[in-house]
């Protein structure tokens, strides 16, 4: 059974190779559906539900992008990646985005040639403790036993910040976050670090979340985005400028609830030049005039992404944080749509 | 004449029962369990160890949630006490044998793995009819058509090259059979190469209708992936173990050196390293937009690197066999294949039989290290399942019921060996 799928994908093979690689854009117009680069399973960014539906903060970015290229959210492929392959995966061009928690850094933007579209996430490395070590800040955690996840860059993050502040510590290596949770739960280690929005995750599913806290200090810059290829300046305008289309919409108040309303044309020209009532900017990178629109119907804006899926009413509860809007005292501020 | 005297007995005695401590529990426990100090000792120390542990696990099975929709609804079902929240699986079991496969599409991969027990059965057992095989040999294709659907003429017409080789082996056989066993392996090759892809698609666009709904190889996932990876890896590895173990052994030095070169070059090569290879290294080969699906270049590499270790396992039945049963061969005036199909492999192989399997089991249970290149096979979905916020921070549910999967399949085929270890016994040592 396996021959004929050979046959098949070798002929096509062929064929593919004698055609020149078109636009992203275009690949994906033909192909009718968003190849999309996930985690295998990042609580609040990216699951599956029980029936296969994938959901989750990172995932709704890909789904945004799908409604305003191809006009419907559900036309998305999700492709489980690996911390391993999602490069590869990426500058293979088997996935047209990477949207998979992943820090914009500067060798990977420059030396794996891949485009940042902005940042959906600011993150930071944090640590979280048993109330019963009495510890209120990362300061005292001198001589402790700390669950680290090995090959990431919180591990390196980790050795500074304790060498910075002439501390030592025990490291206890571990694999995944799920294995970090047994490990700290039986007591294997004091303290568990990794990125702020894994730990309240992690804590959520505690039986006793009130018996731990997370300490307030953050010790790196993790600034989490949709990443695409370098060289298809049109795809990563896209890519960025949905993102932006969401994170504005939160700035003016544009909401699924009101969005119909608001699109009948408002007095407010940048809202009407957001939603397609006036001008044309989807035309400028090959879209039509309602991309805005749809991108922003297809989950709401970027704070109602940010509430259902990791916000302070759902298990992990996350603040907004840095991740507030500019006017709200955080980082978050879209350049103007003209 | 009778004499009576008086010491010696002219009445037999009843027959006394055996003493206590030589019949039913007590003798077994005397003789098994306490039949010296030191294994008086072990008794007791295994016994005390057993109860600790079912003191331990007990509760958490006995105190088991099965209906629940989410960990925190068990952790309060369960109200502090340890238990299992086996509400996970009930929520999610198809998810974990069949990955996203479309539910209404279920019967497909159920029909898929009925058939394939029909299919199985001629060459597990001698009493089924052996007309069967002929259902064998058309199974890959019919299980391919139902897992992924599509069109029906791809299959058919990758079929058609078994029929193509066996027409170019049946015209030439009667000129050279060297020449026909040849031409019965290019020319089904060259088929699938040239002809059959491109008639494929030219007739499944002349007629639309014929298929079913295709199913990408994206929804595969669960046990299902780990048994299309496992059970393809297991029937081509076979027959590609016993011609590189062949070849290993032959006496024309370019195929032994291949032969010799690509098992060595496989067993020095971690699997992990050739899955990566087929995952990332293959991309950059493949010109750009080729769309090489993943599960086959998966299924290629798993088959090759479990090749490579059976024609070892093959190897070491054919050097038991003695050199007279080569010899005896050879004075009966077999030819080389004569020779391998009558004499030295059905030896060789009953020989190799717990090795075999033992390949076969090891390579099924390496199909878990697909979750490193991001397949989701029951290991990756477990770990999937735990990303939803409903069930983060759940754990041993899920392993449990993946490894009691895997335990069902691999002790089945650990007693199938041992059933055909016994029928096959023929001499008497």
Known sequence: MKKSVFLGTLSLAALAGGLASAATLDDVKARGVLNCGVSTGVNGFSAPDASGEWQGFDVAVCRAVAAAVLADPKKVKFVSTTGQTRFTALASGEIDILSRNSTWTFSRDVDLKFTFAGVNYYDGQGFMVSKALGVSSAKELDGATVCIQTGTTTELNLADYFKSNNMSYEPVPIETNAEAQQQYLAGACDVYTTDASGLAATRATFADPENHIVLPEIISKEPLGPMVRHGDDQWSDIVMWTLNALIAAEEYGVTSANIEELAKGTNNPEINRLLGTEGDLGAMFGLDKEWGKRAIQAGGNYGEIFAANIGESTPIGIARGLNAQWTQGGLLYSPPFR | ?429
Request: aromatic residues 12%.
């Open chain 2, 1 to 429: 004449m009778t004499r009576t005297i008086a010491y010696v007995r002219n009445q037999m005695q009843g027959q006394e029962p055996p003493p206590v401590s030589q019949i039913g529990a007590i003798r077994w426990m005397h003789e098994n369990l306490f039949s010296g100090p030191l294994n008086s000792i072990l008794t007791i120390l295994s016994v005390l160890c057993v109860g600790w542990i079912a003191q331990h696990i007990g509760p958490w099975f006995l105190n088991a949630v099965w209906n629940a929709d989410s960990l925190a609804e068990c952790r309060q079902i369960l109200q502090g006490e340890t238990g299992a929240c086996f509400g996970v699986i009930k929520d999610r079991w198809h998810q974990l044998l069949y990955g996203f496969y479309p539910q209404d599409s279920y019967w497909r991969p159920n029909l898929a793995a009925a058939l394939l027990l029909v299919a199985l059965a001629p060459l597990l057992f001698p009493d089924v009819p052996r007309k069967l095989i002929w259902f064998s040999l058309l199974y890959p294709a019919v299980g391919f058509f139902l897992l992924w659907g599509g069109s029906i003429w791809p299959p058919l017409v990758a079929l058609a090259g078994l029929a193509v080789g066996f027409a170019a082996y049946a015209a030439l056989i009667k000129t050279s059979s060297l020449a026909a066993t040849i031409a019965a392996i290019i020319v089904p090759i060259l088929w699938w190469l040239f002809v059959s892809g491109p008639l494929g698609d030219a007739l499944a666009q002349a007629t639309p209708g014929l298929g079913l709904r295709s199913i990408g190889s994206d929804e595969f996932g669960g046990f299902m992936l780990s048994i299309i990876i496992g059970v393809t890896g297991i029937a081509l590895s076979l027959p590609l173990g016993i011609l590189l173990a062949l070849g290993r052994k032959s006496d024309l030095l370019l195929v032994k050196v291949i032969c010799v070169g690509f098992i060595e070059f496989i067993r020095g090569v971690p699997l992990i390293t050739l899955l990566f290879t087929a995952s990332l290294l293959l991309n950059y080969f493949l010109p750009p937009g080729s769309n090489f699906d993943i599960i086959l270049r998966v299924i290629i590499m798993v088959t090759l690197f479990a090749a490579a270790y059976m024609a070892e396992v093959i190897r070491g039945g054919l050097a038991a066999l003695p050199r007279g049963q080569y010899e005896a061969a050879d004075a009966l005036g077999l030819d080389y294949w004569k020779a391998q199909q009558l004499i030295i492999m059905p030896q060789a192989l009953k020989i190799s039989i717990p090795g075999i399997v033992g390949t076969f089991i090891g390579l099924f249970k390496d199909t878990t290290l697909v979750v490193f290149i991001g397949l989701l096979d029951p290991i990756g979905l477990s770990s999937a399942i735990r990303a939803d916020t409903d069930w983060n921070g759940i754990y041993w549910e899920l392993f449990l019921f993946i490894g009691a999967l895997f335990f069902i399949f691999c002790f089945s085929m650990s007693r199938y060996s041992m059933y055909l270890e016994k029928k096959l016994k023929t001499d008497h040592r």
